[in-house]
């Protein structure tokens, strides 16, 4: 049995004894935790006896109420996130106003419980606060061992080539058998979707070709005098079709001529694959920015969209093979998993840096620098 | 019972395996809800108790199909429930029901991997609901 503690700070002695009772019987099983969590209540009237609380005893879950009679609830939010410590807070709070949620939220607090609660809805939300800590600690552990949480590239590829065939197989499988009746007609959506699976799966094989020249050629040889600027306009010609067909426009804005040295096929993958993607996780009637700026010894190129954006959780493992985003807004887009990892690879191999930030709902931007100069490429 | 007052719940994210699995299904006499996601499958088990479940390992996360096996079996016991995915012994995420440990995690009935025939699901299905 393993135990979190949990502070309260609410002004409310109610608010602060009911969570205690509530919490007092509470435990949380989930099925790979190898043991129950119990929870030990302490409480705190207001923000200032709640930090001096959580700098003698350190409490593993937050749960704060916005309105305290001296310093804020976000005050309080605002002292631990400029300590770093690691502590879930959630918000309590009777009328969760829109600036304060984005705030707490930007600050780091991950849920919002509504003042007056239910028991069920405190526990629902401690349950979900420990499955993410509990996540967190083994994932922590694992890496204190040095345990990579890595599939093995070539046994994940294989399941992302076996899932379009096996689709193809089924709806082959039943107009053989005509399943759906003796008609042609009977089969349009099979069809159509055995189609689009082909599709999808030829995009794959040209992100896997990519992938495994960037593994395997040597490019000195390739190496010249390449005009970023040009390399994107002939970028934006391949993608403008999708990007009409998205109602998505596309801005380049070269605020100075970046030239460096390259292998200008190399170039050509990180902009097809960066300004298809600030297309195809757009919005409708969104923006895709291209800007190409250069230092002294660098060129900046910065993609930015209005799109769906990346949470900040999924933002870690962005550049990982095979790695696709999956939620509801993302279910319909389709896409290898590979294009960002051939990002990374190819500016990694030019001694390049490569950074994402992202809000969701707002938009997403990249920025890559990369070396002007050559430098041995590895 | 009759084939035809069984509702099987179908989740799976692949909406091509959705569809097939469900059209087999039908075509075998059996009625159906389809969902696309470990989200939807958790409201419908929350309103309604189908005689049957089959859920995709992953979905929005790798253990999407483990994790509503979980929640199923704790609403609904007697429920029985099939795990049917496309990972197998290649993914290096190899896994059965067979021994006692796994049992003891994995709270589903069958595991079947994808690319089952109809006549095959249809059996599996019918000795688990013992018709």
């Known amino acids: ?378 | 019972m009759k084939k035809s007052d069984i509702t099987i719940l179908v989740a799976d994210d692949d909406p091509d395996y959705l569809f097939q699995t469900v059209f087999n299904l039908e075509k075998a006499g059996y009625k159906t809800m389809a969902v696309e996601s470990q989200a939807e499958a958790e409201s419908v088990i929350a309103r309604f108790k189908p005689n049957l479940a089959i859920f995709d390992l992953m979905m929005e996360s790798d253990d999407s199909g483990f994790i509503l096996c979980y929640k199923i079996k704790r609403k609904y016991p007697d429920v029985p429930v099939i795990l049917a995915t496309a990972v197998s012994h290649e993914t290096g995420l190899s896994f059965s029901i067979d021994s006692e440990q796994e049992k003891s995690w994995i709270r589903a009935d069958r595991y079947l991997e994808k690319g089952i025939r109809p006549e095959q699901l249809d059996q599996e299905v019918m000795k688990l609901l013992k018709l």
């Open chain 1, 1 to 378: 049995m393993a135990v979190l503690k949990v502070l309260v700070i609410d002004d409310e002695p109610g608010i602060r004894s009911g969570v205690s009772r509530i919490l007092n019987n509470f435990h949380v099983t989930y099925p790979f935790m190898d043991e129950d969590y119990t929870f030990e209540v302490t409480e705190a009237g207001t923000g200032e006896e709640g930090i001096t609380i959580l700098e003698r005893d350190m409490p593993d879950i937050l749960l704060l109420d916005n309105k305290l009679p001296g310093i804020q609830g976000v005050d309080v939010l605002e002292y631990i996130r400029k300590r770093n410590y690691d502590i879930v807070v959630a918000m309590i709070t009777s009328y969760a106003s829109l600036d304060v949620a984005i705030r707490a939220t930007r600050d780091g607090a991950i849920d919002f419980i509504p003042k007056p609660f239910t028991p069920q809805e405190l526990k629902s939300s401690i349950e979900n606060i420990t499955k993410q800590q509990y996540l967190k600690r083994i994932t922590h552990k694992m890496k204190q061992e040095g345990k990579k949480i890595r599939y093995q590239f070539l046994s994940v590829l294989s399941h992302e080539l076996k899932a379009p065939l096996n689709a193809l197989e089924g709806y082959l499988r039943m107009m053989q058998e005509k399943q759906a009746g003796d008609r042609i007609e009977d089969y349009a959506t099979p069809i159509e979707r055995s189609l689009q699976r082909i599709q999808g799966m030829r995009s794959l094989i040209m992100d896997l070709l990519d992938f495994t020249k960037i593994r395997l050629e040597r490019k000195e040889e390739k190496i010249q005098e390449v005009n970023l600027a040009e390399v994107a306009s002939e970028a934006i010609v391949t993608v403008q079709p999708y990007a009409i067909q998205m109602d998505v426009s596309i801005h380049l804005d070269v605020r100075s001529d970046a030239v460096i040295m390259a292998d200008p096929d190399d170039m050509e993958i990180v902009f097809n694959n960066l300004i298809s993607n600030s297309v195809k996780y757009n919005k409708v009637g969104g923006k895709a920015e291209i800007t190409i700026d250069s230092s002294d010894n660098e060129a900046i190129l910065i993609f930015s969209d209005t799109g769906i954006g990346i949470t900040k959780d999924d933002t870690e493992n962005l550049f990982a093979e095979f790695v696709r985003i999956k939620n509801e807004k993302t279910r319909n887009i389709s896409g290898s998993g590979l294009g960002l990892s051939i990002v990374k690879k190819v500016v990694e191999l030019y001694h390049g840096t490569i950074k994402v930030e992202s809000t969701p709902d707002v938009g997403t931007i990249f920025t890559i620098r990369l070396p002007k100069k050559t430098i041995a490429i590895t």
